[in-house]
């Protein structure tokens, strides 16, 4: 039996990627995702999704849902934002998409220079977007997450434009917040559109 312990920890364990998409827009939620890649179903052309072609992202996008071993895409809300912060909120948006794979991690590796809490051991790596394939891969559900969530919007509110610019405070945007005031989807605390409500 023991010799049967010692081999179970011989056994790498699972290793998750998450990044967040949406901390400097304007509007609408700040999306994680979380990452649990198969070593045995590579996929190809991984990178920062900054670095994609939208296209691209949303060819990955798919091949990734079906090909990593588990994935999770959480947010967090305008309302929670506007509550808490928008680190405070993207922190919670990253617990949310871990505490929601399938499989239990190992160990969570988080883009950028803060971690989340988690009951799991966690490390940050800055860059880690284009540096590790799980993490490349979280950024990519994300942002493509986060834009559909923008055409969805750009439906119902076609007069800011978010379809284009995807709530970033663009001259298009901020004119348009000018002129229609905020819609219920806007960041009020942010500097941009408080200063249009008052």
Not at 84 to 100: K, P
Request: net charge positive; charged share 25%.
């Amino acid at each position: 039996m023991a010799e049967q312990a010692s081999l179970m920890w011989d056994i790498p364990g699972l290793i998750a990627g998450v990044d967040e998409a949406g901390r400097g827009p304007l509007a609408g939620p700040v999306v994680a995702a979380a990452v649990i890649l198969d070593d045995k179903n590579p996929i190809r052309g991984l990178a920062d999704s900054k670095k994609l072609t939208a296209l691209r992202r949303e060819k990955l996008f798919d091949e990734i849902r079906a090909k990593a071993l588990c994935c999770s895409i959480a947010e967090a809300s305008v309302e929670e934002i506007d509550r808490l912060n928008i680190l405070q909120a993207t922190m919670l948006a990253m617990r949310r998409a871990v505490l929601g794979l399938r499989l239990k991690p190992t160990k969570v590796l988080v883009d950028g220079n803060r971690i989340p809490t988690l009951e799991v051991l966690a490390e940050a790596i800055v860059k880690g977007d284009s540096l590790v394939p799980a993490i490349s891969a979280a950024s990519i559900l994300a942002k493509v997450h986060r834009d559909r969530w923008c055409v969805e919007v750009d439906a119902l509110f076609p007069q800011y434009g978010f379809a284009g610019h995807k709530g970033y405070g663009t001259s298009e945007h901020m004119a348009a917040l000018r002129e229609f005031g905020a819609c219920p989807h806007h960041r009020k605390t942010f500097s941009p559109v408080a200063e249009v409500l008052r």
